[in-house]
């Protein structure tokens, strides 16, 4: 595994990030609670020190596993927790808040869900219009002023809504989609990192369809975030991302059966301005197999092939 400065944080983190969506048990395919246990404590194993939540992700069921998951290792010092506040799922849907009260309940919640009493880096989770940042930026500072958050972040903002939340709250990291199939937030993620935040790169896997996994076009359910949130799985994209795919088949043949995550991992990782890459999974052997992507690198030959082939199917 390699290692980061996250921004201005001054945090050593993994270049892996691993992301807990799935593995909160909504949205993602059905795991038991034992397999999903296990892919985190693979993931630590493996040298990942980093760790992505949110209350969004089933109802604190993800924040309950990780906090089980670094209990059990014992290795909560060793290890940096990243959650989030302003959304939650209730009832099988995302419901978003924003105001202070709303923050700080939150907050006490993540903190009994993961067994701890202090959160590494609290990010709010989408930008709420119908708050002004004076009010829930000033509850991360508060939350900051009393201890149980160390550093605080933004997932999902744009340039300029950073510009004014800063204002009331520094914001240390910020995070958003990026990935060789989205790369819409690159120049604003360029603009952060230029700033001096740690810039988290969230879906680096494009939700699995980079790891040539999935070969033909499915129906996912409603809720499934392969439908609602992720439109690579949708035409026209399905059928740009594949030819894209024969592209990273020829490369993974000349590099003895690369896996293609690995390739994708790897392209992720190469920009300058991505501290580090969010990458979800649920076992043990899909977790060992990302990790694996940070053992090596990619030639500046291979990543020009492959921006090759992005542009020239996307
Ligand atoms: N801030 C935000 O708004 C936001 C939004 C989205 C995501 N995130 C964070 O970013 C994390 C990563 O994004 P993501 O989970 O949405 O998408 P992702 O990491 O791009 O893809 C996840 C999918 O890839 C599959 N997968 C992972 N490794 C694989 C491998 N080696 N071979 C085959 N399939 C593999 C997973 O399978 P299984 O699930 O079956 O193991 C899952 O279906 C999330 O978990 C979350 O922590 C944040």
Not at 172 to 184: G, I, K, L, T
Not at 265 to 286: E, H, I, M, P, Y
């Amino acid at each position: 595994m390699r290692y980061k400065t996250l921004g201005g944080t001054g945090l050593k983190v993994s270049e892996m990030c691993l992301g807990t969506w799935g593995i909160g048990g909504a949205g993602w395919d059905a795991y038991s609670d034992e397999t999903r246990l296990d892919a985190i404590h693979a993931a630590l194993e493996q040298g990942v020190n980093f760790i992505d939540t949110a209350p969004g992700y089933n109802g604190g069921a993800a924040e309950r596993l990780v906090g089980r998951a670094v209990r059990d290792m014992g290795v909560r010092e060793d290890v940096y927790i990243a959650t989030k506040c302003g959304t939650e799922y209730i009832d099988g849907q995302y419901v978003r808040f924003g105001a202070e009260k709303d923050i700080l309940r939150e907050c006490d919640e993540s903190l009994r869900n993961l067994q701890t009493d202090y959160i590494d880096l609290y990010l709010v989770h989408w930008p709420n219009l119908n708050f002004p940042f004076s009010e829930t930026m000033g509850a991360l500072e508060k939350l900051k002023q009393q201890g149980k958050v160390l550093h605080v972040g933004v997932c999902n903002f744009s340039r300029e809504q950073m510009e004014q939340a800063t204002q009331y709250c520094p914001i240390e990291v910020y995070q958003a989609q990026h990935s060789m199939v989205y790369r819409d937030n690159e120049a604003q993620m360029q603009w952060a990192a230029s700033q001096g935040m740690g810039v988290m790169a969230y879906g680096a896997l494009g939700g699995g369809i980079l790891t040539g996994a999935i070969r033909e076009a499915r129906t996912y359910a409603p809720s499934d975030s392969r439908n609602r949130f992720y439109k690579h799985f949708q035409e026209p994209m399905f059928s740009r991302i594949m030819a894209l795919l024969g592209e990273m088949d020829a490369l993974a043949a000349e590099k003895d059966g690369m896996p293609l995550a690995q390739i994708a991992l790897n392209w992720s990782a190469r920009k300058d301005f991505v501290s580090t890459c969010l990458v979800g999974a649920q076992t043990r052997a899909k977790v060992e197999q990302n990790t694996a992507a940070f053992d090596h690198t990619l030639t500046d030959g291979d990543i020009a092939r492959l921006d090759a082939a992005i542009e020239k199917y996307l």
